[in-house]
């Protein structure tokens, strides 16, 4: 018993013979780092470390360096849920996620269910790249913020500039994966076939990359004649339905949402050139300084997830630099409402936060495969050519009904 | 019309293509008693190998040492893994494989990389055999379907037919007797072992180059391997090939197929009703295509527990 006490009293001594320390703003990373999405996990953790390292080199916040720690969700819900709670046990103020809807809607959940159970003590969830309709619908709340296109802003993007350069035909087949991301996707297209000027002659879901043989699809395309194919696909999905298509022969134009997928292009080879992708940032298009600095410091140019991560992480760094702690304890209620008021400037053009349902409004740009172009991808002679930017404002959709979001006080 | 042709040529090509990986499985647990959850792994391991090779020399010599190659890491996997926890039965077996199984991932994305690599046909071989209704039909596809088929009389000739067929299914059924008339049974196992892999690393060669080599091959094809074999009996050559062929087809055609349950209640006038209750009543065959191979193993699981060709019936 005296021992307990003489060492209680020890650790009291040294706790008060410390200075106190600011608190370190903390960010986790709750990915997919192991398991079949580790290659996209992976890409959200190195951009989210990059464009912190930048706000680091300028000071960090509350007068410590911020700390990225990185939690393995194995690409599943269970795993994410687990990890939310390790990160919060570990004082993770911010969470970074992008590559699953399923994992998003878990973790968004999360959050909100913690913020009311812990007021002052609040975590904010940054989404980087889960695109599902209902995470700013229904599930929506303040904590909350998207920091990614969704299914209508990259159809409407890519039917527009399709359209313009007289490539999208009257007749277009979609093909999506049966998921909320899938079914958004065909939801969108449908949607937009009248100010397209075009006829969806089917629209078709199927299991998510399961299918090894896309062939006996490619026989229901070439079965109702379409000009165009859209698809959401991404991964195996869309890399077996393309080949499968040029294999057999087929002569139809594709508009793709993932097509920038690391390896794609490589696989799918001259298959590829004339394809279309509606994505966040292509390094043809806007000021390429952002590119070459990104190249400069981890080795190649920004690809895929990369951009859009980059870009939150830097929209962050503004919301920082207007809330001062004063290096004492970090209120996120404060850092998500300055988040709100941030315009960042992409290299594409201003992305900013709508209050409503904390969905960015942002520019989407639709490029097509070419052969020579400026950066060339995964080895081969073949790259993303910029079509068309288009402007945050003229690629948004109205807010969701269903998003019934509270705001604190 | 159109649809049943393209719908058949698809579904036998593509069971072929399963029965090329699943009869090295079920090869090695017919013979071995051994149940190889590592077996897509040498799949895959025949892929990256073949592209590698196909890189530094050209595609046939990868096609050809490749499986050599897979052979001889599967036989370094019997003879100093296998062999030692064989005494202590098939729980043992199984979770040395499925470990084996997450290594081979993990150490393809150590040196590959995560991202799929460009292992291509040659061009040589790029182009259409025939024209079916406007649709060009793959050459490609077809080199696989013949390369299964030489397979599977190979190996049936094999067993059935030889000498060497003779010992390694005395070897099987009765171990002891074998290895007292002077057959030398741990070799055979290793040699059984060995061609089992070599044949995944054959179907990883020739597959790769049509489907993307990337680092979760083995996990995507994995499990729908095991189902043929569990359809097709464990440890039958021939049920392989049935449920193969079976699972092609059943996944093609489903494919091409819009029915759902409210289609159902058309025939007797409660179609509006259905269709407005959605969810289940409108989920259509063609978008749950990839489930059907499941559902079939739970049929056969429950009419005939051992496969559709297994011995224990």
């Known amino acids: ?409 | 019309m159109e649809f049943v042709v393209i719908s058949t040529l698809n579904g036998v090509i593509y069971g072929l293509l399963l029965f090329m990986v699943s009869a090295g499985l079920t090869l090695i647990f017919g013979m071995m008693g051994v149940l190889n959850f590592a077996h897509a792994s040498f799949y895959m391991l025949g892929a990256y190998v073949a592209y590698t090779l196909s890189g530094l020399f050209d595609f046939w010599v990868g096609l050809l040492v490749a499986p050599l190659v897979v052979a001889g890491v599967g036989i370094l996997v019997e003879r100093f893994m296998l062999r030692r926890v064989h005494a202590f039965g098939h729980a043992h077996e199984l979770l040395l494989t499925f470990g084996l199984a997450l290594i081979f991932e993990e150490l393809i994305k150590l040196f590959y990389g995560d991202f799929p690599v460009n292992y291509q046909m040659p061009e040589a071989l790029r182009f259409a055999a025939f024209t079916v209704f406007d649709t060009d039909y793959p050459f490609y596809r077809l080199f696989i379907g013949v390369v299964a088929v030489i397979m599977f009389a190979v190996l049936f000739v094999l067993l059935a037919r030889t000498r060497i067929g003779i010992v390694v299914r005395a070897a099987e059924r009765l171990p002891k007797m074998a290895e007292s008339l002077g057959h030398n049974i741990p070799l055979v196992f290793m040699g059984v072992f060995g061609v089992g892999a070599a044949l995944a690393g054959l179907a990883g060669a020739v597959a790769g180059a049509y489907f993307p080599t990337n680092p979760n091959m083995a996990l995507e094809l994995g499990v729908i391997v095991f189902v043929v074999v569990v359809v097709g009996g464990l440890g039958s050559l021939k049920g392989s090939l049935v449920a193969s062929l079976m699972i092609g087809l059943f996944s093609s055609f489903s494919i091409g197929l819009d029915w759902s349950l409210a289609g159902l209640f058309d025939l007797v006038g409660l179609g509006a009703w259905a269709h407005s209750l959605g969810g289940l009543m409108t989920m259509t065959v063609s978008s749950i295509s990839g489930t059907i191979p499941f559902l079939l193993m739970l049929i056969v699981l429950l009419v005939r527990p051992a496969g559709l060709m297994g011995d224990r019936n």
Not at chain 1, 103 to 108: C, K, L, Y
Not at chain 1, 135 to 149: D, K, N, S, V, W
Not at chain 1, 372 to 384: A, C, I, N, S
């Open chain 1, 1 to 409: 018993m005296r021992t307990l006490a003489a060492f209680a009293l020890s650790t009291a001594a040294i706790a008060w013979a410390t200075p106190t320390m600011a608190e370190p703003l903390r960010i986790g990373i709750i990915e997919s780092l192991s398991g079949s999405q580790t290659s996209t996990g992976r890409l959200y953790a190195a951009a989210v470390q990059y464009g912190v390292d930048l706000i680091n080199a300028n000071g960090g916040f509350n007068g410590e360096p911020i700390e990225v720690i990185e939690y393995d969700n194995a690409g599943g819900s269970t795993g994410a849920a687990d990890k939310f709670r390790q990160a919060v046990a570990d004082g993770v103020h911010i969470v970074f996620q992008g590559a699953s809807s399923a994992v998003a809607g878990q973790i968004t959940e999360d959050v909100r269910r913690h913020n009311i159970r812990n007021p002052g003590s609040e975590v904010m969830f940054i989404n980087v790249g889960a695109e599902a309709m209902s995470l700013t619908g229904e599930q929506c709340h303040f904590y909350h913020f998207r920091y990614a296109t969704t299914a209508p802003m990259r159809v409407n993007a890519l039917v527009n500039a399709m359209a313009a350069a007289g490539e999208l035909g009257t007749r277009v087949f979609s093909i999506n994966q049966n998921y909320s991301w899938g079914q958004d996707m065909q939801a969108a297209i449908e949607a937009a076939a009248a100010a397209g000027g075009y006829e969806v002659v089917e629209a078709v879901l199927h299991d998510v990359n399961t299918i090894q043989d896309f062939a006996p699809f490619v026989a229901r395309i070439n079965a109702a004649d379409p000009d165009t194919v859209i698809t959401g696909n991404w991964s195996n999905d869309l890399l077996l339905l393309m080949k499968a298509a040029s294999e057999a022969g087929l002569d139809v134009r594709f508009g793709t949402t993932f097509l920038d997928q690391p390896g794609n292009i490589a696989n799918a080879g001259d298959t590829a050139l004339g394809h279309y992708l509606a994505n966040n940032y292509v390094p043809a298009a806007g000021d390429p300084a952002f590119a070459e600095a990104y190249a400069a410091a981890v080795g190649h140019v920004p690809v895929f997830v990369e951009p859009p991560t980059i870009f939150a992480v830097g929209a962050l760094g503004l919301a920082l630099a207007d809330v001062d702690f004063a290096g004492g304890e970090i209120d996120v209620t404060e850092i998500a409402k300055a988040l709100e008021g941030v315009t960042y400037e992409s290299p594409v053009g201003p992305i900013s936060v709508r209050a409503e349902d904390h969905q960015t409004i942002r520019p989407v740009v639709v490029s097509r495969v070419a052969r020579g172009t400026q950066y060339p991808v995964d080895d081969t002679d073949l790259g993303f050519e910029p079509v068309s930017v288009v402007a945050g404002p003229d690629a948004i959709y109205p807010v969701q009904a269903s998003c019934e979001m509270e705001r604190p006080d």
